[in-house]
């Protein structure tokens, strides 16, 4: 088989093919779903890519921007809040330190331990960077929805 994903329908078709004894109706939505949020997630990445970031590096911001104002977080919370490690996000940080999106400050009651603050640019950043994301998801889940109504209103 070429190295170019199947599109989902040839999937679901092949998948019928091969497995004609199974009621395949629930695995072929599965499919849909599945195989749409990757496309959705890689159509993400790309847009991401565009402000020279990562994607940890981007969902490490919104984390910051969501908890809102002062947008600070101690490392061990963004650990936790983006299921990364501590060596991974200590990488990240860095970078984003690099590029003027964040600051890292000695926390006050514990010398041990750093406070991460969006900045002004990282806050700009990331709220540019989301509203296009969101934009094109929301443009691309439309599409779905009238793919998969059209699909539902020729079956009747």
């Known amino acids: ?46 847009l ?26 101690t490392p061990s919370e963004l650990c936790k809040a983006n299921l990364l490690s501590s060596g991974g996000l200590t990488k990240i940080l860095i970078h984003l330190e690099d590029m003027g999106l964040i600051s890292r ?8 331990s750093r406070l991460i603050t969006l900045t002004e640019k990282g806050n700009y950043l990331i709220e540019e960077s989301m509203a296009i994301v969101l934009k094109e998801q929301e443009q691309k889940l439309s599409a779905i929805y009238t793919c998969l109504l059209y699909t539902s209103d020729a079956a009747d």
């Open 48 to 73: 991401i890519e565009r402000f020279n970031i990562t994607p940890a590096e981007f969902d490490t911001l919104a984390t910051l921007r969501k908890m809102g104002a002062p947008y600070t977080l």
């Open 1 to 46: 088989m070429t190295e170019q994903k199947l599109n989902i329908e040839e999937l679901i078709t092949r998948t019928k093919e091969n497995w004609p004894q199974d009621n395949l109706d629930a695995g072929a939505t599965a499919v849909r779903l599945i195989r749409s949020g990757d496309m959705m997630l890689s159509n993400s990445r790309n």
């Open 105 to 112: 400050e000695t926390h006050v009651s514990d010398k041990r």
